[in-house]
């Protein structure tokens, strides 16, 4: 069992620049893969990036690309998102998830992710 706390939201100009943080419980945070999504008002969540376990391979959204940076540091259980270049299409609720079982390829979808924390409104004024 993994529990996950975000934190870092808030309210922000377009242009400006967040980092999110989602602390992990448990011992074996070195063995998810662990992954941001977000959910705007009235719309799916969506994968926003994933930092993959054993060799830390990064993936991110088209949308988000260039912009936003995912990173973790397993001695802290924490994972981090920087978000650069704020829009006002990036306001959403940003959700932290880790995934124990292995998928293979770039699949990302939400229903693979196991465990997921509370979330953290990120919200960017143009």
């Known amino acids: 069992q993994v529990q996950l706390v975000e934190s870092g939201g808030g309210l922000v100009q377009a242009g400006d620049s967040l980092r999110l943080s989602c602390a992990a419980s448990?011992?074996?945070?070195?063995?998810?893969?662990m992954g941001w999504f977000r959910q705007a008002p009235g719309k799916e969540r969506e994968f926003v990036a994933v930092f993959r376990r054993n060799g830390g391979s990064t993936f991110y959204a088209d949308s988000v690309k260039g912009r936003f940076t995912v990173s973790r540091e397993n001695a802290k259980n924490t994972v981090y998102l920087q978000m650069n270049s704020l829009k006002p299409e990036d306001t959403a609720v940003y959700f932290c998830?880790?995934?124990?079982?292995?998928?293979?390829?770039?699949?990302?979808?939400?229903?693979?992710?196991?465990?997921w924390g509370q979330g953290t409104q990120v919200t960017v004024s143009s």
């Open positions: 448990g011992r074996t945070f070195s063995s998810y893969d």
């Open positions: 998830a880790a995934r124990g079982r292995w998928v293979p390829g770039e699949d990302f979808r939400p229903g693979t992710f196991d465990y």
